[in-house]
């Protein structure tokens, strides 16, 4: 047993007991927090994770929450959401170094300004730097290992590593990266290029994510992973589950790797939809479908 009320004595920051976490997902689906956290600094994050490592606190640590299915029962233990004070994005010649908290889209905007390229793709995904490092998020066949030179995180221990990317193992969607390691900040290289032509590009690519992907319902992005032997959409589609409802939840019309909330979804609804694209993808074609987005609570 655990007494969180203990832990609100000693914290410096930001600190809500059963906090609806509907708000802070792009899915806008989710019960509540039992507790929710935002660090005020440093040293208010180092002091509550060693009290939750030393306590067996359970605990989940948020991004924008634009890749998560949070369960209606909410989540029992504590959110930390890293917030100001880690979103600085620093520039310096070919390098830019940025917060966990920064928004990547910020931080591709941050680049162009400053004429670097290498990070245009990044432009039109919705999170932080912090999940889209865990998520190793991409699109338009680059990841974003593929311009991170170093990431520096904060252990259970409350010690700060500084960790060369290339010293983990990145995956489509995953990495190494240890569990309790909270990233607290990411360095980027990028190499010089003509700034207009950076700025169109990106442009570019975000029209094509808009063309082709439901910006205008709340979602979570892809549902399940892609795999180098298919493409999830056709599997999903060949299953006639495009449109398919669940309550008030619905696969995207517009694109079938999409799960839509019409509007009072319940993560209920769209777990339905996963467990039935899964089942019938897996008697069609033998094939189980791996899900992309994090779920958050019991289900
Ligand atoms: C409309 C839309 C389009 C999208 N398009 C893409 C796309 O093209 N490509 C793509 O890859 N994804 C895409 N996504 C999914 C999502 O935006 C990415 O996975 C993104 O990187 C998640 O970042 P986040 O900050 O929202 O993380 P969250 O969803 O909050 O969290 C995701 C994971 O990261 C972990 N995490 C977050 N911050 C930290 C931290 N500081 N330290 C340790 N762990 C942390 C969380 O614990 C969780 O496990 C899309 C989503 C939407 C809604």
Redesign the pocket.
């Known amino acids: 047993m655990y007494n969180l009320k203990e832990i609100k004595k000693i914290v410096k920051g930001e600190f809500f007991f059963y906090k609806s976490l509907k708000d802070?997902?792009?899915?806008k689906i989710g019960g509540e927090a039992e507790a929710f956290f935002i660090p005020k600094d440093l040293e208010d994050l180092k002091e509550i994770y060693k009290f939750i490592f030393k306590n067996k606190l359970p605990y989940?640590?948020?991004?924008?929450?634009?890749?998560?299915l949070v369960s209606d029962q909410g989540f029992k233990g504590i959110i930390i959401k890293?917030n100001k004070g880690?979103d600085s994005i620093i520039v310096s010649g070919e390098e830019i170094s940025a917060g966990?908290?920064a928004d990547?889209s910020k931080a591709a905007k941050e680049a162009q300004k400053h004429s670097l390229t290498g990070m245009e793709?990044a432009f039109?995904?919705?999170?932080?730097?912090?999940?889209?490092?865990?998520?190793?998020?991409?699109?338009?066949n680059q990841?974003?290992v593929s311009i991170l030179k170093e990431i520096k995180?904060l252990d259970k221990k409350g010690e700060i590593k500084v960790i060369p990317a290339s010293n983990l193992k990145w995956e489509y969607?995953k990495s190494n990266?240890k569990k309790d390691?909270?990233?607290?900040e990411a360095g980027f290289k990028l190499k010089h290029g003509d700034s207009k032509e950076i700025l169109e590009k990106m442009n570019y690519l975000r029209s094509l994510?808009f063309k082709s992907?439901?910006?205008d319902f709340?979602?979570?992005?892809?549902i399940f992973k892609n795999n180098e032997g298919y493409k999830v959409w056709e599997l999903i589609e060949k299953v006639n589950a495009r449109g398919l409802i669940s309550g008030k939840a619905q696969v995207s019309p517009k694109h079938t790797n999409?799960i839509i909330n019409l509007g009072g979804a319940k993560a209920q609804d769209v777990w339905n939809l996963i467990l039935e694209i899964k089942k019938r993808v897996k008697q069609k074609f033998k094939i189980k479908l791996d899900p992309?987005?994090?779920k958050?609570g019991k289900f």
């Open positions: 802070y997902t792009s899915f989940f640590i948020f991004g924008n929450g634009t890749n998560i890293l880690f966990a908290a990547l793709f039109a995904i919705p999170g932080t730097i912090g999940g889209a490092i865990a998520m190793n998020a991409g699109c338009f990841e974003i995180v969607r990266l390691w909270i990233i607290l994510k992907q439901p910006y709340p979602n979570a992005g892809s999409f992309e987005i994090i958050v």
